[in-house]
């Protein structure tokens, strides 16, 4: 029942390859976020978006970059990859920034640098 | 800043039984919702429940409950006829007037049958 994609699901790639990890949602929703999150570990806001165009660094300070060209598409990018970004990124959603706007995640995205 | 604090890592509960799981936050804020979340193993993160905290009423949803006290900043979950299917980590979260979710570590269940 996701709205919000990911792709891939799992990635293993060599140190120094560029990598985007892809997330789309379909529910027309204005705010995205990337969530970086280690094995049973708490979720770190890396990156998000209040809009087209609009970027923000999150509370995870993160090697990767991200865009937002168009409302439905937030791809993250890792210029040269390390074993250090090895972890889970979770892209999610919102409606709006409101308070009590939930946030809807994507099925995540399981990362391995060798 | 807020934070959140889960303090049981790991939880456990025979099938049918209920089960606590424990967050508090500090916060300065006093218009605030919290959440709880649920992350199955290897599955999307969804949305369990949701509180606001000028509501005194404690949110329910089916088998889900909490118990929100806003003076001792605590906002425990409920679940009541544990099922196999409620065990995943569940995560407490956080969101005032800066607009970003703020989570805790995680509490992983397990349900034994």
Known sequence: EADIYQTPRYLVIGTGKKITLECSQTMGHDKMYWYQQDPGMELHLIHYSYGVNS??????????????????????????????????????SSEHGGRNSPLHFGNGTRLTVT | AQTVTQSQPEMSVQEAETVTLSC???T??????????????SRQMILVIRQEAYKQQNATENRFSVNFQKAAKSFSLKISDSQLGDAAMYFCAYKGGAQ??????????TINP
């Open chain 1, 55 to 92: 970027t923000e660094k999150g509370d995870l300070s993160s090697e990767s970059t991200v865009s937002r060209i168009r409302t439905e598409h937030f791809p993250l990018t890792l210029e040269s990859a390390r074993p250090s970004h090895t972890s889970q990124y979770l892209c999610a």
């Open chain 2, 24 to 26: 508090t936050y500090d």
């Open chain 2, 28 to 41: 300065s804020e006093s218009d605030y919702y919290l959440f709880w979340y649920k992350q199955p193993p």
């Open chain 2, 100 to 109: 970003k979710l703020v989570f805790g570590q995680g509490t992983r269940l």
